[in-house]
């Protein structure tokens, strides 16, 4: 079925630096995306979204990148910190059983070094 | 954003029996969805709950064994029933849209 999936479970990465969690989804139709961050013992906490009809959007220290062509999502955390260290989930929105729904990605786990 | 509180935080429970859980909205809302996230593992949405309707359940989940209640805009609860090992998962509940969800911070379950 549709599905949308993570190529990195898990990134390591220094303080400071930047990091890029990627996301490719097979749902041609899906028009809106979202990532969500989860800290341990937490629900997930919404992040940035993006639309199909937008490539790239920008928030605080945070860029999404959406590639329709080859149905690939990216999120880039500017200069990372120890609290972006969670888990990180792609979502896109598809239609289910009871309208549209949100379909979520395997999660990328972000390890931020001191 | 609402805000989500829900019950019991954790629990542990033998194999056979059933765990109610709570979810309560600070706010009305007219969609409140429930999820599982299995050990280590995404979110997987088990259903859909409007206020006055019954829920609606995505593939691979059934009523009889998560049943889920509605009472109001603020509330409602899920029911993990005649539990085996295999439910020990995370049970979060979100409101929202298909397009907005806020999520409450889950409840840890340990099926022994």
């Known amino acids: 079925g549709e599905s949308v999936g993570l190529h990195l479970p898990t990134l390591s990465v220094q303080e400071g630096d930047n990091s890029i969690i990627n996301c490719a989804y097979s749902?041609?139709?899906?028009?809106?995306f979202i990532w969500y961050k989860q800290e341990s013992g937490k629900g997930p906490q919404f992040i940035i979204d993006?639309?199909?009809?937008?490539d790239k959007r920008q928030g605080q220290r945070v860029t999404v990148l959406l590639n329709k062509t080859v149905k690939h999502l990216s999120l880039q955390i500017a200069a990372t910190q120890p609290g972006d260290s969670a888990v990180y989930f792609c979502?896109?929105?598809?239609?289910?059983?009871?309208?549209?729904?949100?379909?979520f990605g395997g999660g990328t786990r972000v390890l931020v070094k001191p | 954003s609402a805000v989500i509180s829900q019950k019991p935080s954790r629990d542990i429970c033998q194999r056979g029996t059933s765990l109610t859980i709570q979810c309560q909205v600070d706010?009305?809302?007219?969609?409140m969805f429930w999820y599982r996230q299995q050990p280590g593992q995404s979110l997987t949405l088990i259903a859909t709950?409007?206020?006055?309707?019954?829920?609606?359940?995505e593939s691979g989940f059934v009523i009889d064994k998560f049943p889920i209640s509605r009472p109001n805009l603020t509330f409602s609860t899920l029911t993990v029933s005649n539990m085996s090992p295999e439910d020990s998962s995370i049970y979060l509940c979100?409101?929202?849209?298909?397009?907005?969800?806020?999520f409450g911070p889950g409840t840890r379950l340990t099926v022994t």
């Open positions: 979100s409101v929202g849209t298909a397009y907005e969800q806020y």
């Open positions: 749902n041609s139709a899906s028009d809106y």
């Open positions: 993006i639309r199909s009809n937008m």
């Open positions: 979502a896109e929105n598809i239609f289910g059983a009871a309208g549209n729904k949100l379909t």
């Open positions: 706010s009305q809302v007219t969609m």
């Open positions: 709950a409007n206020q006055g309707s019954e829920a609606t359940y």
